[in-house]
């Protein structure tokens, strides 16, 4: 299984490298839909696994308002004089009030669930909260490139991409080492309490990385948005695990050896995402 992570991870890190740094942000728009519709329809395995009409039914009707959205608000009019387009950020501010509900619903879990688990609309509402302030997230960030720096926007990605997978790298190898108190046993019984401080602790290595390249930046702010993201992170990855745990599956999909499906790999994402993007507004912009 690390063999297949390992080689899995060889090659589909230069491609999203590539896409963060090369593309421009109306490319790159584009090329996150498919991504997403692959998302789509492992969220739709999570409403209802017997059920392929479901999951195609939801996949299209998710795909449809992502086209929509890129229509709608093109990647060159997402920023105007430092200001999110009101579509986008309303999208974004949606989804940072679904994870202040998600967080409920895996505090409480499995009594949280007995009101939805059984709802295909629900749950399929859930998924939209989910993934669609993502992808909006997605391209705030990589459109706050700009002619006289070209790489900012991707910068930004790669930024909570790196907070990401610094906190889910910690938390596994702190959690194999010295884990003993489950954080979360009815959610997802492997992961501890020591893991996910030993998370925390691993993205203080990002705010060093931001620290010597910006060293103007407050350190006390850097240090609270890193940490905050990487919280949600968690809640994130959470989040997506209850969701499987009800609908009785290990892995969204299996598309990418070693590491499940599409959705295994950006589900930490689609909370840190918009997390981050509010976080940069309200204190960068």
Known sequence: MLKQRIITAI?????????????????????????????????????????TVTQWSFTLTLGIVLVALNLLVPADAVW???????????????GACWWLVSLLLVLFYPRSANWWQGSPMLKSMFGQLTLLPGFASFIALKSLSSTTDPYWGGVLVLLVMLIVWAADSG???????????????????????????G????????????????????????????LFTALASALGDLSESMFKRVAQIKDSGNILPGHGGV???????????????????????
């Open 199 to 226: 998370g925390l602790l691993t993205t203080l290595i990002v705010v060093g990385i931001v620290m010597y390249f910006s060293p103007e930046q407050e350190l006390g702010l850097v240090i609270g948005v890193v």
């Open 80 to 94: 105007t004089r430092g200001h999110l387009h009101p579509i986008m950020l309303a999208v974004i501010l949606v």
């Open 171 to 197: 938390a596994y190898f702190a959690g194999k080492a010295v884990g003993r108190i489950k954080l979360a046993p009815h959610v997802s019984p492997g992961k501890t309490l020591e893991g996910f401080i």
């Open 11 to 51: 090659w589909l890190i230069p491609l999203v490298l590539g896409a963060i740094f090369l593309l421009p942000a109306n490319y790159f728009s584009w090329v996150l839909v498919p991504v997403f519709l692959i998302a789509a329809k492992e969220w739709g395995h999570i409403i209802d696994k017997d059920c």
């Open 263 to 285: 959705l295994d790999r950006i589900d930490s994402l689609t909370a840190a995402l918009p997390i981050f993007t509010l976080l940069y507004i309200a204190f960068w912009m």
